[in-house]
Structures are given as structure tokens and as C-alpha cells.
């Protein structure tokens, strides 16, 4: 019930605030090592390989690698339109820092990569806002829920992916 007021309060705002929206990945470390887990994010064709599902929503990236100045463009496709993040700030193996550029949204993203006990753990909270009010709302109302489901799903291809990488480079030390 708290949600369904919460959607009606936003549906009826007229403010145009920052909306969080995240997700993480847990990898174990005996599925991979950590530079791996963070080159599948920071290699821009294995990251689109991973989180692109087109026609729906898929990125596009100007260099090879998320170094500063790189720029990203999601974009989607109901509406159609998209948004640009520029890398600002990256630390090998923890962080890659986002400022939103162009577009419809506008804001900042942040991926970072922690060492856990048994593991790695992937996170990438988005702080963003839509540029206008129609845009804000169908950001805030269809696209923000919807975040976490789709970063789940698309982290099951780049978990697969992930673990696929670190086998193949185990059977290269082997032969």
C-alpha cells in the first residue's frame, strides 16, 4: 500500500528531484578475480555485450575503455530517447565515476567494485532527474522501478560471461 501512495505522490509532483536507483552483482572469488570482474565493466564491447538488449535499451561508447572522457549513450526505445554520461573519474579495480552530459536525464552514476570476505561486490547507484516534468515522471514512474528487475537479468549474462572468461584463461595456464 506505502508503494502504491508513494507512486501517486510522485505521479502528481511537480518537483524535479534526483531519483536513486541501484544495483549490485556479488561474484564469488573463487568464480573470478577481481580485475576480471572489473574489466567486463571498464572494456566498453564487453560491457554493451553484456547489458545491451536491443531494441529496448542498449549503450554505445566513443573509446574502447571507460577512461576519463569516455562518453556512453543509453539509449531507449519506448519513448524514444537517450542520454549521454561522461566518465570523470576512474581508480583501477574499484571505481569508475559518471556526470550526466546530454539528453533527457541528467546526473551523475558511479560503479564501484569492493572486496568482500568471499567475494566481489558490484555496485552502480545512478542519482538522476529528468530534464523536464513529462520526462521526470516517465523516469520516475516506469524507468526507475524498473532498474533493479533489468540489471538483474542482464547481470545473469554478465555473470555467465564473467565465469565463461575465467575458465577459458584457467585452461590457458594449463596448455
Known sequence: MADILKWFKKLFS????????????????????LEDFFDQIYDTEKFCKWF????????????????????????????PFYYKLKVIKVVPNESIEFVGIDGL?????????TKKEDGYI??????????????????????????????????????KNLINEALKKEERKIT
Open 105 to 113: 536525464l541528467e546526473g551523475k552514476a558511479l560503479f564501484t567494485f
Open 122 to 159: 558490484f555496485e552502480e547507484p545512478h542519482y538522476l532527474s529528468g530534464n523536464n516534468i513529462l520526462i521526470h515522471k516517465y523516469y520516475t514512474l516506469f524507468l526507475a522501478p524498473n532498474h533493479e528487475p533489468f540489471m538483474n537479468w542482464r547481470y545473469l549474462v554478465l555473470k
Open 52 to 79: 545491451n538488449f536491443f531494441p529496448v535499451v542498449w549503450l554505445s561508447f566513443d573509446k574502447k575503455y571507460l577512461d576519463i572522457g569516455c562518453i556512453g549513450t543509453i539509449r531507449f526505445t519506448l519513448p
Open 14 to 33: 511537480t518537483n524535479i528531484t534526483e531519483e536513486l536507483i541501484s544495483s549490485s552483482l556479488f561474484i564469488r572469488s573463487d568464480e573470478a578475480e
